[in-house]
T-cell receptor
Framework: DMKVTQMPRYLIKRMGENVLLECGQDMSHETMYWYRQDPGLGLQLIYI???????SEGDIPKGYRVSRKKREHFSLILDSAKTNQTSVYFCASSLSTALPAEVFFGKGTRLTVV | AQKVTQTQTSISVMEKTTVTMDCVYE???????LFWYKQTASGEIVFLIRQDSYKKENATVGHYSLNFQKPKSSIGLIITATQIEDSAVYFC????????????FGSGTKVIVLP
């Protein structure tokens, strides 16, 4: 069963705390992504990873960093979370950016920073 | 830089009728790919249909079809014979050709199918 799994699904953190969002995929996809979704703005790309230790900033990378040490696993880290990082975060994966392949999305993590 | 715009915030339609959603895009590339995704009430995002810029024929998958008007940089989604479960938010997205490219999304159109 092809899927992208995100953990946790819901998270509440205090301002200034560190946040770790985890994502896994079982399709051996090369490319993985982190997006955030805010009302009225659609999905905005935070980071893209082309493979292990090959990451690139997306459109809104400020305040975030990522880690990809295994092909199937991609983490999003918020160092010292801010209230404006309250959002729904989606992880996604695709076979390769060399192809216009379908992008598969996880179910999202709803992060609230108070 | 690529940009995708969906101006319709919400559309209500009667069940079993046809709904059309608009999307316009901006790109400097001559080759690109256009997608429509559906986000259900549970938040799940699923791929629906894709149009490659070099193809003149409009893509069709099941009761989803596209109205691709390249000179107008427009890619509309048409859903025929709508069902209650088609109620969702629909996102238009594009990707330019190139290794480093990722999907850029529009802001979404909420479709409400009424019984």
């Amino acid at each position: 069963d092809m899927k992208v799994t995100q953990m946790p699904r819901y998270l509440i953190k205090r301002m200034g705390e560190n946040v770790l969002l985890e994502c896994g995929q079982d399709m051996s996809h090369e490319t993985m992504y982190w997006y955030r979704q805010d009302p009225g703005l659609g999905l905005q790309l935070i980071y893209i990873s082309y493979d292990v230790d090959s990451n690139s900033e997306g459109d809104i990378p400020k305040g975030y960093r990522v880690s990809r040490k295994k092909r199937e696993h991609f983490s999003l880290i918020l160092d010292s979370a801010k209230t404006n990082q309250t959002s729904v975060y989606f992880c996604a994966s695709s076979l390769s950016t060399a192809l216009p392949a379908e992008v598969f999305f996880g179910k999202g993590t709803r992060l609230t920073v108070v | 830089a690529q940009k995708v715009t969906q101006t319709q915030t919400s559309i209500s339609v009667m069940e079993k009728t046809t709904v059309t959603m608009d999307c316009v895009y901006e790109t400097q590339d001559s080759s690109y790919f256009l997608f429509w995704y559906k986000q259900t009430a549970s938040g799940e995002i699923v791929f629906l249909i894709r149009q490659d810029s070099y193809k003149k024929e409009n893509a069709t998958v099941g009761h989803y079809s596209l109205n691709f008007q390249k000179p107008k940089s427009s890619i509309g989604l048409i859903i025929t014979a709508t069902q209650i479960e088609d109620s969702a938010v629909y996102f238009c997205a594009m990707r330019e050709e190139g290794f480093a490219s990722a999907l850029t999304f529009g802001s979404g159109t909420k479709v409400i199918v009424l019984p």
